[in-house]
DNA sequence: TACTTCATTGGTAACGTTTCCTATCAACTT
DNA sequence: AAGTTGATAGGAAACGTTACCAATGAAGTA
């Protein structure tokens, strides 16, 4: 039972070590049959290699990192085992590690490169201000996957939607319905993240319809709650019915937002759609089971995560590579949204 | 820029390796005062000292492995960052692994272990028929936590809640509402685990009522839709409506089919709790957010996981424990139940 | 025949730690 | 003063790999 090393594989062949290092890791320069005998050896005493050594040698680890902010966010969990799946494929594994909103990406990432021997890393959610500069002194390719930054990006990989655009979309969607008064519940107040980037879409929407817009039918997710969850929808849906401000439809930014508001809107003795029509963001496999279905602008999670760890294979391997892929998001129509 | 060693961290300080070693790993027979020059020399130079060497040398890696039967199960990830938080605090590592519900897990847990070189493993979700014998042959701790066991488990560490008593509770709670005809929606027929253990509760209320047990009651999960997920619980929940058996509750396994399970009834054109009572089981953060609110029996994710983790800590570290720890669930009466 | 080439192979020095063992030296003991 | 202790320190071997280099011998060439 006591682990094998490739001394004892070496011995139990009659080979050297450097043969039996070369069979299993299909270097070249070895007789086939002497490669067979060696692998049939290593399969019949289940020998397994020490990665430890491995990558103490080869002073790397196969090991690219997931910095995520934000967690609580259904949309991410759906894209983790894409990640392991693909990474896997390439002989990859992958080291989750969740950061809070306030702390600084470059800084958790650096410890973690360090800490990991890490060689590549996927950022996920949040907002990097200028990832150029910020993420330079990281010496190792990494790729935003979803994350707001800001205009100008030119070195730092990065794989999204366009969120300004998709939320355009929908509430241009929603103005062509006849909706002139559209509450909006965003990212909290002092984040800009994707919440700043799909309310700027909103408001770009409104003028171009040439509706004035209420900063009172905007409501900000609250700091003390987690973001993005049904409970933070809920508490802001409710605060904005009770404003009695006027509106006739609300777009959610994010579908448990949107789950949460559906809650209040239902308690304040309101029919959806009828009353107020709403429209969430993500699509997360959920808002087709909501009665009524939600319609909601899908991000297309698989093509994103797949384009991400080969984007970052890329850079690993130094191809040269597009640096800005952005995937069209897809609006689904179902029925919480009404004609007015 | 280029990663300093051990070594390089002696010569600055002048001293040797071991000294340095000493100071790093809290090692007694040093100094305090070379101990606090040298820690200020490796704070300075943002020194890590490089793992694979230490894992090398110590035979052995801080991590732990997470082994998952049915990952989509919103149940679980709620626990992952507990996970990774307390293991976090023991200086461990964790890594994430899920498997098919047709895979072995011995043989997946002991591939694992060589691979990664695991210390301990937590196997989540499914069922191991006995894991005394079938898990004899891994030489690592491990503990269970929410798989379902054949009784009689005495050498297998586990923590759960004990399902059958906590289903038997929910439908003894119906039946005391008046409920006679309860349908029940459980996991999949071929697939004990959970699902089982659920039903069996289920089963033994109704024959504490003296009601009969009718199969026509029960739908079990489809194989070919994932399982524990909404969409499977509408699909059976349909069929249950569509086969115009009687009956006034039903009681759904998990708290996303329950979801499902809404949205067939309202379909129909039935009203919760007035045509239909329903209950879920487990406890998401969704569920206080449905429509009507839905009543569930809550899982203390929390407390599952800290003993899990704490439980496996002992196990590492030798210690004579309490093999079975089994908490209480917290039975959550909300809105989607109505008395007859 | 003698020389070169080529495909295989084994020996061995790293990789960066930890830990055992030995060395130093000051401070006590007697 | 000589011997003993105890605290602190450094040297070097080992952990299991990989990769460089040299060695072997068969086959081909002149």
Redesign the interface.
């Known amino acids: 039972?006591a682990?094998l090393t490739i001394k004892d594989i070496a011995k139990i062949c009659g080979v050297g070590t450097s043969t039996v290092s070369r069979a299993i890791n299909d270097d070249p320069g070895i007789n086939p049959a002497t490669k067979e005998r060696i692998l049939r050896v290593v399969e019949e005493f289940?020998y397994?290699p020490?990665?430890?050594?491995r990558?103490?040698k080869l002073t790397e680890?196969n090991a690219i990192g997931v910095l995520v902010k934000g967690?609580n966010n259904q949309f991410f969990?759906s894209m983790f085992?894409i990640f392991?799946e693909e990474l896997g494929k390439q002989g990859y594994?992958f080291?989750?590690k969740?950061m809070a909103s306030d702390q600084d990406e470059a800084t958790v990432a650096e410890?973690l490169i360090?800490?990991?021997?890490l060689k590549g890393i996927i950022f996920m959610g949040g907002m990097i201000e200028n990832p150029d500069v910020t993420l330079k002194r990281l010496?190792i390719p990494y790729v935003l996957c979803t994350v707001a930054v800001n205009a100008n990006v030119r070195h730092s990989a990065s794989v999204s939607i366009d969120d300004e655009k998709e939320s355009f979309r929908i509430v241009d969607y929603l103005c062509s319905l006849g909706h002139k008064r559209i509450a909006i519940i965003t990212g909290r107040k002092n984040d800009y993240a994707v919440g700043g980037l799909r309310l700027d879409g909103y408001k770009r929407a409104l003028a171009d319809y040439g509706i004035p817009y209420d900063a009172n039918l905007v409501g900000y997710m609250k700091d003390d709650i987690p973001d993005f969850?049904?409970?933070n929808g809920?508490t802001v849906m409710k605060e904005l019915l009770e404003s009695r401000v006027d509106f006739t439809a609300v777009y959610a930014i994010s579908d448990l937002t949107a789950?949460?508001a559906?809650?209040a809107i239902?308690e304040a003795g309101k029919k959806i759609p009828d009353d107020y029509s709403v429209v969430g963001f993500d699509g997360i496999?959920?808002t087709?089971?909501?009665?009524p279905?939600l319609t909601t602008m899908a991000q297309p999670k698989e093509e994103l995560a797949k384009a991400t760890v080969k984007m970052l294979m890329q850079e690993i391997d130094g191809v040269e590579t597009e640096k800005k892929v952005v995937f069209d998001a897809e609006f689904i129509e179902r029925d919480s949204v009404k004609k007015i």
Chains 1, 2 share one sequence.
């Not at 020490?50 to 050594?53: F, I, L």
């Not at 360090?114 to 021997?117: D, I, L, S, V």
């Open positions: 039972m682990n289940h397994v020490n990665n430890a050594a990558n103490l680890n967690l969990l085992r392991e594994t080291v989750l969740e410890a360090k800490e990991k021997r010496d969850t049904a409970k809920y789950f949460g559906y809650k239902s496999d959920l087709e089971y909501m009665t279905s």
